[in-house]
């Protein structure tokens, strides 16, 4: 007669990569064709509901005992499946004293000193040494979770701070950007004001110009004529000759004002032409022509006024239009070198902006990778710890009977 009794495949409890229940009934299976191993967990479990089978129909009675395992599995049984892991390599003898033994000392109510067999002792340091190899994958499985969700953990958190510290650059890029613009724009502006501004002022210049330098050439041709008639109208108050010259030197010095012709639209310098030309129609003496020499020199003195301020006038303009070219080269060459940061800035913004994206999707990736694992990393930690301390706890049972023996 043989037992078949329930063993631990639980799908939610596991140990390492022994997750998936095909891979549990693979161990049901295994565990069921063995009989040696079937009566050992039968007499170690002997609270639970056994049914006695040959070995004709193993296979179908070991799915039978998986539907049991089912209903009937509880938080103990993940101490009875890794027992069962820690000596799977040993002998079939040897496992059946380790997990009689395993069974005993999980027990809340079993002693493992009813289970002394010195006779066996090379078998129990066999299980022993099984046990501690498991203790320390066990270990190492929880150190390598632990140190796999720090490392993806800290990927996540390095391609986070990559991604902000990118999207920082592209802000500043876009800001840097926009204040370009308005710098190339402004000076674009300026260029435009002071290209206007030359073109009107030389095409005045060009307008004005050769009036003003007809008005300034009539003028000073007029003056030496001034002085001559000042010269003659002096000389009558001369000796005898100039009295006896005195009607020819009269005629002469009308026919020289009457020659006079002011600048037209100087109001001004026509009408003292004007009123000089009248006082010398009248007079007929020395005495009454005297009286002109005020009037010639007051002429005078408005033809060299004028003669000045048309000079000034003409210097204005032209310091004006070379100030206006001067800043228009100006704000042409600022309006070059303002486009070329432009572009420079938005080349730089566009860079900014495939690095953000390009290092926002890397942390997308990094952060997905860190919550899946992280999504079974406590429940597997947990499981870990469970099964750290059922090891343990056989442990500490069999180094106690060995140091008994």
């Given amino acids: 007669m043989m037992y078949v009794v329930p063993v631990t495949v639980g799908g939610s409890q596991r140990f ?15 565990l069921v064709a063995a009989m040696a191993m079937c009566l050992l967990i039968g007499a170690a479990m002997e609270e639970r509901n056994m049914v006695p089978v040959s070995m004709t129909g193993t296979q179908t009675l070991s799915q039978q005992a998986l539907k049991q395992l089912r209903t009937q599995l509880s938080s103990k049984e993940i101490n009875y499946e890794v027992a069962r892991r820690a000596v799977k390599g040993l002998a079939v003898h040897t496992q059946v004293l380790a997990v009689k033994f395993a069974a005993q000392a999980l027990s809340s109510t079993g002693s493992t000193m009813d289970l002394q ?3 066996s002792k090379d078998s129990y340091e066999s299980i022993e040494t099984s046990f501690a190899a ?17 490392a993806l953990k800290s990927a996540a958190a390095t391609a986070k701070s990559a991604w902000l510290a990118a999207q920082s650059t592209y802000h500043l890029a876009a800001a840097t950007k926009d204040s370009a613009k308005q710098a190339a724009t402004y000076a674009d502006g300026m260029y435009n004001k002071y ?44 000796g005898a000759a100039a009295k006896a010259n005195q009607q020819a030197i009269l005629k002469l010095a009308k026919s020289k ?35 002109m020499v005020v009037v010639v020199e007051e002429l005078q003195r408005q033809c060299q006024t004028r003669i000045t301020e048309i000079e000034t006038q003409i210097s204005s303009k032209e310091s004006h239009l070379a100030a206006d070219r001067e800043k ?40 997905e990778a860190y919550q899946n694992f992280y999504a079974s990393f406590e429940e597997e930690t947990a499981q870990l710890k469970t099964e750290s301390v059922a090891v343990k706890a056989i442990l500490a049972k069999i180094i106690e009977f060995l140091a008994n023996c």
């Fill in 16 to 30: 390492g990569e022994n997750r998936s229940s095909k891979r549990a009934q693979g161990v049901v299976v295994a």
């Fill in 117 to 119: 067999e010195c006779s």
């Fill in 134 to 150: 498991l203790s320390r994958n066990i270990s190492a499985s929880n150190s390598s979770l632990y140190a796999r969700e720090a």
């Fill in 195 to 238: 290209e206007t501004a030359v073109s009107e002022g030389q095409k005045e210049y060009d307008t004005d110009k050769p009036k003003l330098d007809e008005e300034i050439t009539q003028l000073k041709a007029e003056l030496p004529v001034l002085q001559e008639v000042l010269g003659l109208i002096s000389s009558l108050a001369g």
């Fill in 257 to 291: 004002v009457l020659a006079l012709v002011p600048p037209r639209g100087d109001s001004p310098m026509a009408q003292s032409v004007k009123q000089l030309k009248s006082v010398l129609a009248e007079s007929q003496t020395a005495a009454s022509a005297a009286a």
């Fill in 328 to 367: 228009k080269e100006e704000w042409e060459q600022k309006m070059v070198d303002l486009s070329d940061e432009h572009d420079e800035a938005e080349n730089k913004q566009q860079t900014a902006d495939l690095t953000r994206n390009s290092l926002g999707g890397v942390y997308m990736v990094k952060e």
